[in-house]
């Protein structure tokens, strides 16, 4: 069983930046690579970036490609999204998710755990 708690969220102007962690409880942590969703009102569940489960590797979106940079301490259980150059489109809530997988992915059927989001809101 994993347990994930997201945090950092809030509302900045176009051009900010915002640092989201997701801290994990479960020894399995460290087994699985993690990724962060977001999911604006009316849409689906959008992938942004994953990391594998030693962190030497990343994935992201093309849409933040450049903007973002996923990160992960597994001595601490967290996984860290640190988002850049913020667009009014980056507007989601955002999920911190454990893959089934230890390579990073990105469908959201190859994720079996998410915590409960944390709200990013860019004013233009």
């Known amino acids: 069983q994993v347990q994930l708690v997201e945090s950092g969220g809030g509302l900045v102007q176009a051009g900010g930046s915002l640092r989201l962690s997701c801290a994990a409880s479960g020894r399995t942590f460290s087994s699985y690579a993690m990724g962060w969703f977001r999911q604006a009102p009316g849409k689906g569940r959008e992938f942004v970036a994953a990391i594998r489960w030693t962190g030497g590797s990343t994935y992201y979106a093309d849409s933040v490609k450049g903007r973002f940079t996923i990160s992960r301490d597994n001595a601490k259980n967290t996984v860290t999204l640190q988002t850049n150059s913020l667009k009014p489109e980056d507007t989601a809530v955002y999920y911190c998710?454990?893959?089934?997988?230890?390579?990073?992915?990105?469908?959201?059927?190859?994720?079996?755990?998410w915590g409960q989001g944390t709200q990013v809101t860019v004013s233009s």
């Open positions: 998710e454990k893959s089934i997988f230890i390579r990073a992915t990105r469908e959201v059927y190859e994720y079996d755990y």
